[in-house]
């Protein structure tokens, strides 16, 4: 069963505390994964899609890297307005364009 | 322009009533979603449009009703709705998903009370 599994599910840093996101999946055939970043009360803004393993994108003080199993969303010195809902997501290998979204993790970054 | 709009922003309603909910997007997405979203869990997906042709319905009750008028709008029709159906209701738009490209692009979504 195709499946996605973000951890921690919640993480509290210091400002300038740097730290990663872990989302790890099990899918049939990866088709693209996707981070998004959701505020409360908010739309999901879309981040980053990774397509293959090795692949690194790169946003102001986040980084998202991708491996055969995981992806790890890296955030460098955090501020207060990185606060949010971080979600996975991932596109399977039936053509369907269907997301499998994790259950998120909330970072709370305080100054 | 990423924006996909969502109206209206809130909406409170009776079990009882006939209400839609609209979305919006010019970005020449062929592909259009309607998500379900509750608090502190990620967005269900309820439905997919693809060419204006409803291609995915996740078992969504039939008190949901889409409609995609044209390749840039979706509605979501409710009627006879339960408290338990109170929720974010989320649109989404991607260029096609064929090809490799499904960014999904969020609207603000419609907070919605069923009371």
């Known amino acids: 069963e195709d499946q996605v599994t973000q951890s921690p599910e919640a993480l509290r840093l210091q400002e300038g505390e740097s730290s990663s996101l872990n989302c790890s999946y099990t899918?049939?055939?990866?088709?693209?994964l996707f981070w998004y970043r959701q505020d409360p009360g908010k739309g999901p803004e879309f981040l980053f899609t990774?397509?293959?393993a090795g692949e690194e994108k790169e946003k102001e003080r986040l980084k998202a890297t991708l491996t055969k199993k995981e992806s790890f969303l890296h955030i460098t010195a955090p501020k207060p307005e990185d606060s949010a809902t971080y979600l996975c997501?991932?596109?399977?290998?039936?053509?369907?364009?269907?997301?499998?979204f994790g259950q998120g993790t909330t970072l709370q970054v305080k100054p | 322009d990423t924006e996909v709009t969502q109206t209206p922003k809130h909406l409170v309603m009776g079990m009882t009533n006939k209400k839609s909910l609209k979305c919006e997007q010019h970005m020449g997405h062929r592909a259009m979603y309607w998500y379900k979203q509750k608090a502190k869990k990620p967005p269900e997906l309820m439905f997919v449009?693809?060419?204006?042709?409803?291609?995915i319905n996740e078992s969504v009750p039939s008190r949901f009703s889409p409609e995609c008028p044209n390749s840039s709008l979706l509605n979501l029709h409710l009627h006879a709705l339960q408290p338990e159906d109170s929720a974010l209701y989320l649109c989404?738009?991607?260029?096609?998903?064929?090809?490799?490209?499904?960014?999904?692009?969020f609207g603000p979504g419609t907070r919605l009370t069923v009371l």
């Open positions: 449009y693809s060419y204006e042709k409803l291609s």
């Open positions: 990774l397509y293959s």
């Open positions: 997501a991932v596109q399977e290998g039936s053509n369907t364009g269907k997301l499998i």
């Open positions: 989404a738009s991607s260029q096609d998903w064929t090809g490799g490209k499904n960014e999904q692009f």
């Open positions: 899918v049939s055939g990866l088709r693209g």
